[in-house]
């Protein structure tokens, strides 16, 4: 069965330090792997999404993430953070066609960036 | 491209009353719907997926009696809340998962900005 476990339900940094947000995942077939950001009240915006080819994907507002399939993991990295930063971040599988295209969702980790 | 809308954004109900929420697509056609309920400072729960022209499956432990799906178009899928209750105010999300054919979005569902529900 396919799960997300993100690691660290908040996660603090300074302004323009590294930020890193850890994302471990258990599929049963290749994953279609997503970095969702939510601002408050708000409904889920794509970061990035890896789905074949290249393991290192960038994405929007300078995030990147790589597939690393031996460690089941696809982190989500910043080098440098900035205030508007600040949001609930969803690492997400798709369970694919066999799934019906369901995704499972981790429980999210609050980013906090400080002045 | 690929936007979801919904409608209202936010409303607020008296207990025992019924609250639809609107789905759209607006810029192209989605054969799957998905809709997610949304406590404070928690994930996204799947509720239902909703396929057009077809009845919607649930996930166990959503009432489909209480949460009803309908999906009349391709653009358009509506979630009803039938006779709300306090507990039932949450903010809910629905995703679109873009039609056969267009690779590039292969497996990604585009999110509507939510709507969020306070019954009374």
């Known amino acids: 069965a396919q799960s997300v476990t993100q690691l660290g339900s908040h996660v603090s940094v300074s302004e323009g330090a590294l930020v890193l947000l850890r994302c471990n995942y258990s599929?049963?077939?290749?994953?279609?792997l997503f970095w969702y950001v939510q601002y408050p009240n708000q409904g889920l915006q794509l970061l990035l999404k890896?789905?074949?080819?290249?393991?290192l994907v960038k994405g929007i507002n300078g995030f990147e993430a790589e597939f690393k399939k031996s460690e089941t993991s696809f982190h989500l990295t910043k080098p440098s953070a900035h205030m508007s930063d600040a949001a609930e971040y969803f690492c997400?599988?798709?369970?694919?066609?066999?799934?019906?295209?369901?995704?499972?969702f981790g429980a999210g980790t609050r980013l906090f960036v400080k002045a | 491209g690929a936007v979801v809308s919904q409608h209202p954004s936010w409303v607020i109900c008296k207990s025992g009353t019924s609250v639809k929420i609107e789905c759209r697509s607006l810029?192209?056609?989605?054969?799957?719907m998905f809709w997610y309920r949304q406590f404070p400072k928690q994930s996204l729960m799947l509720m239902a997926t909703?396929?057009?022209?077809?009845?919607?499956?649930?996930e166990q432990g959503v009432e489909k009696d209480k949460f009803l799906i309908n999906h009349a178009s391709l653009t358009l899928s509506t979630l009803t809340v039938t006779s709300a209750h306090p507990e039932d105010s949450s903010f809910y999300i629905c995703?679109?998962?873009?039609?056969?054919?267009?690779?590039?979005?292969?497996?990604?569902?585009?999110f509507g900005p939510g709507t969020r529900l306070t019954v009374l």
């Open positions: 995703s679109a998962r873009v039609a056969e054919g267009l690779a590039t979005h292969y497996n990604e569902q585009f």
């Open positions: 599929s049963s077939v290749p994953p279609y």
């Open positions: 890896y789905t074949t080819g290249a393991t």
């Open positions: 997400a599988v798709s369970l694919g066609n066999t799934g019906g295209f369901k995704t499972i």
């Open positions: 810029d192209f056609q989605a054969t799957t």
């Open positions: 909703s396929n057009e022209g077809s009845k919607a499956t649930y």
